[in-house]
């Protein structure tokens, strides 16, 4: 019924002039501070095994001098909120009196943690993210208020809580209780949404390397959340970076910490699994 | 608008058609992917039909197709063909069929569909990431359909 031949002669046209034109990842290797190399393309996780042979951070999608910026932190803009979050670390707040020192003596205490998160919590009896959980011990254990969930209080300190993990590579439970979680956010990556009738895969699974318009498409990694973007100089979340690409396709979006955007982390995570964390990165 | 509706009415009588001028997103039909009659009823500009192409807040083809002869709208996507020698390749009546809805005619593209009004999944009002309202329309109307066809068709290498 469709014009199957001539879409083949057009696909075989088409794939040769774009493999001639600017593609792809940039070749290049992120070492950080002169010190820490890290995994930034690493072969993809086995739940991806028929999809893609490689995962890759979006670092490698960006500029020469994007990439250069992030190498050092004295040129990362992101590591002076990580400061500010350092101090917020310290400081008493709530009617406990304590600060997150007083339980979990100094951010080293955090290696690791943003490597496997969201993450299971048996308590809670569901998957929780990190600001779920940083607002959880706000909440419950120093009877103080939450932070708001994108605000710049909160995404300092999760910058500051993946940034003692960073190297370490992202490794997020997807069986056991979490895999419900994660099989809902696999159905919410799929899923064509608003009226671009578009999917996160269409554009991150299916298109990365190609530009759309002025953008050029990486595979929508997670693993340097929270990123700090030159074009708003400030920390951005996950959900504020998924709400942004949900609207794009003239969409009705969820909302940052619902359930959808819970489960949403989860699966982009597990699809970074490998990939070391990198936050706070940097992107146009 | 009143010699507008005459003209239209002219030209649906001319055109041998005995239907409304204006064919609306739901009464559109496609026959292996094409669209034999003008949605419109109207011919299209061609000049309106290259502005829509290139313009971000209209068309915005560009962002996933290279256009040579669009050579002053920077950045072009390379997410479909380049549409240089559209024309070549398709007849008037397939162009208005991938334009109005090109899932007819590529089975699951990634292509939106320009002329429809149902069957989506959580549709917003435009890029404001609410709830679509009873402000929701097509992303191109009739008319633009056809301008985008009539330049689409002068695409000939």
Not at chain 2, 30 to 54: F, H, M, Q, W
Request: proline share 4%.
């Amino acid at each position: 019924m469709n014009k199957y031949n001539k879409i083949a002669t057009l696909v075989g046209v088409w794939a040769l002039s774009s493999s001639a034109a600017m593609a792809g990842p940039a070749d290049d290797t992120l070492v950080l501070n002169e010190e820490t190399e890290m995994v930034t393309r690493t072969a993809a996780p086995a739940h991806l095994s028929d999809v893609m042979d490689e995962v890759i951070s979006g670092w490698h999608f960006r500029g020469v001098e994007t990439r250069a910026m992030q190498a050092d932190d004295f040129d990362n803009p992101g590591m002076i909120f990580v400061e500010q979050a350092q101090e917020a670390w310290d400081t008493a707040d709530g009617s406990e009196g304590k600060s997150c020192a007083s339980c979990h003596d100094g951010t080293e205490s955090m290696a690791g943690v943003k490597a496997v998160y969201p993450k299971w919590n048996e308590a809670a009896g569901a998957v929780r993210t990190l600001e779920m959980q940083i607002n959880d011990c706000r909440e419950t254990r120093m009877g103080a208020e939450a932070w708001d969930y994108t605000g710049g209080t909160m995404q300092n300190m999760v910058a500051l809580i993946a940034s003692v993990s960073r190297g370490m590579p992202v490794n997020v439970a997807i069986d056991g209780p979490a895999q419900s979680t994660w099989e809902q956010g696999k159905e919410l990556y799929y899923t064509r949404t608003g009226q671009l009738e578009m999917s996160c895969a269409n554009c991150h699974e299916d298109n990365y390397g190609n530009m759309i318009r002025a953008d050029h498409l990486s595979q929508g990694q997670i693993n340097g959340f929270p990123v700090y973007r030159l074009k708003n100089t400030k920390l951005n979340s996950v959900h504020a970076r998924f709400k942004g690409c949900v609207r794009d396709t003239r969409a009705e979006t969820y909302k940052p910490g619902s359930p959808e955007f819970i489960a949403l982390e989860l699966y982009v995570a597990s699809r970074g699994n490998g990939l070391s964390v990198e936050g706070p990165s940097i992107r146009n | 608008m009143r010699t507008r509706m005459t003209l239209a009415l002219a030209f649906a009588v001319s055109a041998g058609m005995a239907t409304a001028a204006e064919i609306p997103p739901t009464g559109v039909s496609y026959e292996d992917g094409a669209v034999a009659a003008s949605l419109s009823g109207t011919p299209g500009n061609v000049d309106e039909g290259r502005k829509i192409v290139g313009s971000k807040k209209l068309g915005n083809c560009v962002a996933c197709h290279a256009v040579s002869d669009l050579a002053d709208v920077p950045f072009h996507g390379e997410i479909g063909p380049p549409l240089d020698g559209a024309a070549d390749r398709w007849s008037e009546a397939e162009l208005r069929g991938i334009v109005a809805n090109a899932k007819m005619m590529f089975d699951g593209t990634m292509m939106p569909s320009f002329y429809k009004t149902e069957g989506f999944i959580r549709p917003g009002k435009a890029y404001t990431g609410k709830a679509a309202d009873d402000t929701f329309g097509p992303l191109l109307s009739a008319q633009q359909i056809e301008d985008v066809v009539a330049y689409l068709s002068t695409l000939k290498e």
